[in-house]
């Protein structure tokens, strides 16, 4: 069945009438460098004054929400600062956002608030003083985006900082008074070898984070990446050595007590990405600046990824939404499966019941015997998770669950 469309103005605080929403997201586009691989909306053109602007108008945005009533009310449990680069916020400015952000939304039930770095501008831009302001202003988690520490690898992604920057920016952090620390990793680099992302994986582990964002590389259609490789300037690795790359790095973590999670997350017992883990266990949740998606209740949109549009929107006293979406119950079960299936805890049926209204067991009967009987799915009288060879086609069997709703 089709997805409704809602013409952007449905999309209100006052059309999501009296929802608590457990998780924020605040995306800051700005970055030096566009990497090669990110599909991510960003901006590389700035200054302290469009930046000072871009918090001005953040905080309206936040102001929209908050004020409007009766309407969904964010009371986050998590909150997520991505990018874009966040770190490149110069401190006063992500001072200000930070203590607006409290001004506006109840944030006593923060459990976990998590600022993504580039370890670059943390070691050369602002620094320990920059770190120990975040820590002190209740952020408690950062995300590295590492991705390699092997330069030639670096060089392939057109990511602007060296190997050193990463251990450099973790031991500052710690300094500051992080415990809660994440660094990204990339695999599948073209030219990368199984024994040059052992080596990288190595070298993470000896950073001692608590978790590690292991990804597979993949060719986004608007990237410069996905350019080079149709015009042959790089060769993909292939999917058996990008296979067995999964595979060394699945064993190897859980064998140092940091299994998976999640197909691409690592973690020590109790050191999951709690924002993240809202989003693959189906919570609701509300996004501020250009680009983010948002999701309550089964309607479902993002704002615009284009900051001009994005400012006038929100200078006119208005979400600048779009591509907004109302899904129907049975949309919102496959969405739900499809999430859970990632997750190593797999779909829990009387929890699936309880958020769905639907009998996992019924409403994928056909998909649960197929895969099982290949060897894939586990399915018992509680749950459908994937098997030890049902994690290599994880993506498709996801995606077959949600084409069945």
Request: hydrophobic share 40%.
């Amino acid at each position: 069945m089709p997805l409704s469309v809602l013409t952007p103005p449905s999309i209100t605080p006052a059309s999501q009438r009296g929802v608590v929403v457990p998780a924020l997201y605040v995306h800051i586009p700005f970055c030096f460098h566009k990497c090669h691989y990110c599909d991510f909306y960003s901006i590389t053109r700035q200054g302290e004054d469009r930046m000072a602007r871009f918090v001005d108008l953040l905080l309206a945005e936040a102001e929209l929400w908050s004020a409007e009533k009766p309407g969904p009310t964010p009371v986050p449990k998590t909150v997520f600062f991505g990018g874009g680069t966040p770190s490149l916020l110069p401190p006063d400015l992500m001072r200000r956002l930070i203590q607006g952000l409290h001004r506006r939304f109840d944030l006593a039930e923060v459990t976990e608030w998590t600022c993504e770095c580039n370890p670059a501008t943390v070691r050369e831009a602002y620094g320990r003083d920059y770190l120990a302001m975040l820590f002190e202003s209740g952020v408690g988690r950062l995300s590295f985006g590492a991705q390699s520490f092997n330069p030639a690898d670096l060089k392939i992604l057109e990511r602007h900082h060296n190997p050193d920057d990463v251990p450099a920016s973790i031991e500052a952090a710690r300094a500051a008074g992080f415990a809660r620390i994440n660094a990204d990793l990339i695999y599948g680099v073209p030219g990368q070898t199984l024994s040059s992302w052992a080596d990288s994986l190595e070298q993470a582990i000896a950073l001692g984070t608590e978790h590690l964002s292991c990804y597979s590389l993949t060719y986004e259609s608007n990237t410069p990446m996905a350019v080079r490789k149709r015009l042959g300037q790089v060769v993909p690795t292939g999917d058996d050595t990008d296979l067995q790359m999964f595979h060394h790095t699945r064993d190897r973590l859980a064998a140092l007590g940091m299994p998976a999670y999640e197909v691409s997350n690592y973690a020590r017992p109790a050191a999951e990405c709690r924002h993240n883990l809202a989003y693959w266990q189906g919570d609701d949740y509300v996004a501020l600046g250009p680009s983010g998606s948002s999701h309550v209740q089964g309607t479902r949109w993002r704002n615009r990824p284009h900051l001009g549009e994005w400012e006038s929107a929100i200078a006119e006293g208005r979400l600048p939404t779009t591509d907004a979406e109302q899904l129907t119950p049975e949309q919102r079960a496959g969405e739900l499966a499809m999430l859970r299936l990632r997750l190593t805890s797999g779909i829990e049926f009387a929890d699936f019941a309880d958020r769905t209204g639907y009998d996992a067991r019924q409403l994928f009967a056909a998909e649960f015997d197929r895969y099982g009987k290949l060897g894939l799915l586990e399915v018992t009288a509680t749950s459908a998770k994937l098997s030890g060879r049902g994690w290599d086609v994880a993506d498709a069997l996801a995606g077959e669950l949600l084409r069945a709703t």
